[in-house]
């Protein structure tokens, strides 16, 4: 019977798509100016705790900032209507509390709580521009996935702020001290991410005194989270070493010879009965046959938000606890599975992107957009993998950097 690492979780969504991963970093990185009197410690400051160093003081309006493409926007007052493009920004939004000025979100925000109450901007790829215009936005987020939406909303007339890639836990702090800049609430984003520092220490000492698990998270058609990703920082710090961060970066597409050789002990899944340990590769690696895995929440662990390291972090570290004391001579190291409402495991190549990095939602792309050449990387010529699913594949993997 499979030792199943489960921490039970509320079920947030159904989906076929999963959530975000982060893409390529595009330009500079944000910068702030305002017309008051105190300027105050810039956007990504932080503390010696790693809380960051904002203050409401340097959070007043008019204020200027540069984002991810270089171009600065200004802001004369607080923005009363946010659109946001991927479900990361929103999930930090609803985070901070200003849930009640978003106006429009993307389909795979609607777990959220209310978001079914907002406008949906998604068209079948990306945004709508047609449905974020008619949501009269002061202020439309744009993860980094969302690259493409930026300039033809701006066309629009709309003021854009584009983020650039969350590739770990200190950009994700530093992309909600954004937000928090950008809509007046930096003591909110400050407190958040104090809780998700504390959150982070936290695991890390749960995890200081036991051995570490070789894992991998598989996200569908042969795609892994590998290293210079928010993923492999939240599996790092959840007690694992991702044994995806030796293949490549981003989100590289891996042969079944590959996954062999790495031979994870533990799988990440967001399936609750972790269907892809009955498939090759993944049952012939030690992972699948002692049946080793931890059921994740997607909408956490694919979008890089402070409540996905949160709970991603928290979940990961006391399963791999829990896998610790199993195997020296637990009977029952199950927490008992729980359904996320994910789809089958080894499906999910879609997600947000931006935001899990796409921010945001996990898929091949992944901050990098996918296009990451590593050793082992097969393409279209891996096992069981033909043009036509190859081509299916690579749709996939534009959706799921629709997800951040």
């Keep these: 019977m499979r030792n199943s690492f489960a921490i039970a979780m509320a079920v947030l969504v159904t989906t076929a798509l999963l959530g975000g991963v982060a893409g390529t970093a595009a330009g500079a990185q944000p910068t702030i100016s305002t017309d008051g009197p105190a300027a105050g410690p810039a956007v990504g400051a932080v503390g010696t705790a790693g809380a960051p160093a904002q203050t409401d003081d340097a959070c007043g309006f008019p204020v200027e900032m540069t984002d991810a493409t270089g171009t600065t926007i200004t802001l004369d007052e607080a923005p009363d209507r946010i659109t946001t493009l991927n479900p990361s920004a929103a999930q930090t939004l609803w985070e901070l509390g200003e849930r009640d000025r978003v106006v429009g979100v993307s389909q795979f925000a609607l777990y959220l709580d209310g978001a079914e109450e907002r406008a949906n901007v998604s068209a079948e790829f990306g945004a709508s521009v047609e449905r974020v215009v008619d ?7 744009a993860p980094n996935s969302s690259a493409a939406d930026v300039e033809p909303l701006r066309e629009q007339g709309l003021t854009v702020y584009h983020f650039p890639a969350a590739t770990s836990i200190d950009d994700i702090a530093e992309k909600t001290e954004t937000i ?12 958040t991410n104090a809780e998700m520092y504390d959150a982070v220490d936290a695991a890390e000492n749960r995890t200081a005194d036991v051995d570490r698990p070789a894992a991998l998270y598989p996200l569908g058609g042969g795609y892994v989270a ?14 694992t070493d991702n044994v995806a961060a030796g293949i490549g970066s981003g989100y590289p597409q891996v042969n079944d010879e590959v996954i062999l050789e790495s031979n994870p002990e533990l799988i990440l899944v967001t399936d609750s009965e972790a269907s892809i340990l009955d498939q090759e590769p993944y049952a012939s690696t ?3 046959a002692e049946g080793n895995y931890v059921v994740m929440n997607r909408n956490y662990l694919n979008q890089p938000a402070p409540r996905s390291v949160i709970e991603s972090t928290t979940t990961l570290s006391e399963a791999v606890v829990e896998l610790q004391a199993d195997g020296e001579g637990s009977t029952d190291g199950s927490t008992g599975d729980t359904d996320d409402g994910s789809s089958s495991d080894g499906e999910d190549s ?22 990451n050449e590593t050793d082992g990387n ?22 799921l950097a629709r997800r951040e």
């Design 135 to 141: 949501t009269e936005p002061d202020l439309v987020l």
């Design 180 to 191: 928090g800049r950008l809509v007046g609430a930096c003591d909110a984003a400050s407190e």
């Design 226 to 239: 590998a290293n210079n990703t928010f993923i492999d920082s939240i599996m790092t710090v959840g007690g």
């Design 286 to 288: 030690t992972a699948g």
């Design 350 to 371: 879609s997600s947000d992107g931006e935001d899990s990095s796409n921010d945001g939602e996990d898929g091949s792309t992944g901050d990098d957009g996918g296009d």
């Design 378 to 399: 097969t393409g279209a010529e891996s096992p069981g993998f033909g043009v036509v699913a190859a081509a299916l594949a690579l749709l996939a993997t534009g959706l």
